[in-house]
């Protein structure tokens, strides 16, 4: 599985973006997906994760009510809309694919790290105030 995330930029706060995973994979609809941050210095935290039908979503509190995690199972990808911008949701966003049926950690769906076998090489969201 190779994954492939653009969409990023430097925006004011407030603002908002949308970020694009295109997944080169025969069979997207196998797999979980996800979207981590990973801001200077700090952990690469999880932000948000859809099932493979897309009927289920799952988000960090801190980003719940601002941003939308979708999916486009004909198209191959996986998308976050990114509204109400923050300075603190400055990060290089990363697009994960799972294979887990059952996730780790008591979690609705995969949301930690090592539920996620296939990661892409990240997106830059800069966030001015």
């Known amino acids: 599985v190779q994954l492939q995330a653009c969409g990023g930029g430097l925006v004011q706060a407030g603002d908002s973006l949308r970020l694009y995973c295109a997944a080169s994979?025969?069979?997207?609809?196998?797999?979980?997906m996800g979207w981590f941050r990973q801001a200077p210095g700090k952990e690469r935290e999880f932000v948000a994760a859809i099932s493979r039908s897309g009927g289920s979503t799952y988000y960090v509190d801190s980003v719940k009510g601002r941003f939308t995690i979708s999916r486009d199972n004909a198209k191959n990808t996986v998308y976050l809309q990114l509204n109400s911008l923050k300075p603190e949701d400055t990060a290089v966003y990363y697009c994960?694919?799972?294979?887990?049926?059952?996730?780790?950690?008591?979690?609705?769906?995969?949301?930690?790290?090592?539920?996620?076998?296939?990661w892409g090489q990240g997106t830059l969201v800069t966030v001015s105030s």
């Open positions: 994979v025969r069979t997207f609809s196998i797999y979980g």
């Open positions: 994960a694919a799972s294979s887990r049926l059952r996730p780790s950690g008591g979690y609705p769906l995969p949301a930690t790290r090592d539920d996620y076998a296939y």
